[in-house]
């Protein structure tokens, strides 16, 4: 069975430090992975894709991914009170192009 | 470049009544997903649409929900009857050609009662 885990938080971390979340998922069959973030009452929106090992970086946001491992990351630095949401993390596996989802992490900037 | 649209916003009904869902994708998008979202859960997918075809329909209860994707641009979901456990958000969302990311639309809140 195909299984995304995240810790449902919350995590808090003060404004201006360094946040850090993860996501793990059961089958090396995975490909392709994608970090989500959804304000409460509001819906997803992509902020992060990463496909091959190693660090990507896109403004304050770095996704890292190590497939040995089974682990996709999230780093945002200089958090800001914005950055205070849900975030997803969501996997595809090239079998069937399924998107599989974890439950997210709360994430709470406090200034 | 509009976005994902969905209708209705809101929606409160009895248990055992139906419902309908729609959706509108963005233009050019031939990829549509619905989902369900409860509190504090990760969207669960109900089914995927590849144009008119459904590709992924593993996770609808088939008993209770249908949807139909005519001409391949608009989709409704429907339920009939809802249940209690039924209440819950449900998004739809679409992607181009060949790409994986996937925008939402603002979702339903179903409440049944």
């Known amino acids: 069975q195909k299984e995304v885990e995240q810790n449902s938080g919350p995590l808090s971390v003060p404004e201006g430090a360094i946040a850090s979340l993860n996501c793990t998922y059961s089958?090396?069959?995975?490909?392709?992975f994608f970090w989500y973030r959804q304000y409460s009452g509001k819906s997803p929106e992509l902020i992060m894709f990463i496909y091959s090992n190693g660090d990507k970086e896109d403004g304050r946001f770095t996704a890292q991914l190590n497939k040995a491992s089974q682990y996709v990351s999230l780093l945002i630095r200089d958090s800001q009170p914005s950055d205070s949401a849900t975030y997803l993390c969501?996997?595809?596996?090239?079998?069937?192009?399924?998107?599989?989802w974890g439950a997210g992490t709360k994430l709470i900037i406090k200034p | 470049e509009a976005g994902v649209v969905q209708s209705p916003r809101y929606k409160i009904i009895e248990k055992k009544q139906p419902v309908a869902f729609w959706c509108n994708p963005i233009s050019g998008h031939n990829t549509l997903y619905w989902y369900r979202q409860n509190l504090g859960q990760g969207p669960e997918l109900l089914i995927r649409?590849?144009?008119?075809?459904?590709?992924?329909d593993s996770q609808l209860p088939k008993d209770r929900f249908s949807a139909e994707r005519l001409k391949g641009v608009d989709s409704t979901l429907k339920i009939q009857p809802a249940e209690l456990g039924d209440s819950a958000v449900y998004l739809c969302?679409?992607?181009?050609?060949?790409?994986?990311?996937?925008?939402f639309g603002p979702g339903t809140r179903l409440t049944v009662t």
């Open positions: 089958d090396r069959g995975s490909q392709s």
């Open positions: 969501a996997v595809i596996w090239d079998s069937n192009y399924q998107l599989i």
């Open positions: 969302a679409s992607s181009p050609v060949g790409q994986f990311r996937q925008y």
């Open positions: 649409y590849e144009n008119e075809e459904a590709v992924d």
